[in-house]
T-cell receptor, first 114, second 114 residues
């Protein structure tokens, strides 16, 4: 089945450590996105990419980094520079070329800093 | 200015009744898409319904309908015959043009009362 996978589902990190969240899609979508969601809050855009080897910062990119070496993959690294990384992280993808196309979301990763 | 505004943090509805979740948007782009998503407590984001800026008729998908008032820049979600499983967070989103990022509102928490 086509879809978006994120791993791991739960992730625990010690302060000062970098961690990488995985996001893979087999929908052949050009665009991929990373969002952060805090309890009771909406989605805030971290980074997005519309083409391989290119990506743009979203509203809250500080302390995060991404790569887009393959169309299918868009990993997010939470660096030690992110002061409050405990949150729910959602990856999404969408086609490009039409405003009618929705985003498809992965199941999310819950990151907790110990 | 906020691109998407959802002014109802929480709503309650009696089972089998209809409920309207409000959403207003702000854009100067003549081409845009409006989306509603449901997020149950499990965290997954489920696409519900889409409305295009050039669509003449309001979108409908089963029990979901979108009350699109272009001049007022509103795109309210109407859920008819509410069910207990409708209890969730609901997010309104907008995409400008065919290549832009998605903008999300802060969400409305809906609770269906038996």
């Amino acid at each position: 089945d086509g879809g978006i996978t994120q791993s791991p589902k739960y992730l625990f990190r010690k302060e000062g450590q970098n961690v990488t969240l995985s996001c893979e899609q087999n929908l052949n979508h050009d665009a991929m996105y990373w969002y952060r969601q805090d309890p009771g809050q909406g989605l805030r855009l971290i980074y997005y990419s519309q083409i391989v080897n290119d990506f743009q910062k979203g509203d809250i990119a500080e302390g995060y980094s991404v790569s887009r070496e393959k169309k299918e993959s868009f990993p997010l690294t939470v660096t030690s520079a992110q002061k409050n990384p405990t949150a729910f992280y959602l990856c999404a993808s969408s086609p490009l070329g039409s405003s009618t196309d929705t985003q498809y979301f992965g199941p999310g990763t819950r990151l907790t800093v110990l | 200015a906020q691109k998407i505004t959802q002014t109802q943090p929480g709503m309650f509805v009696q089972e089998k009744e209809a409920v309207t979740l409000d959403c207003t948007y702000d854009t100067s782009d003549p081409s845009y898409g409006l989306f509603w998503y449901k997020q149950p407590s499990s965290g997954e984001m489920i696409f519900l319904i889409y409305q295009g800026s050039y669509d003449q008729q309001n979108a409908t998908e089963g029990r979901y309908s979108l009350n699109f008032q272009k001049a007022r820049k509103s795109a309210n979600l109407v859920i008819s015959a509410s069910q207990l499983g409708d209890s969730a967070m609901y997010f309104c989103a907008m995409r400008e043009g065919s290549f832009g990022q998605f903008y999300f509102g802060t969400g409305t928490s809906l609770t269906v009362i038996p």
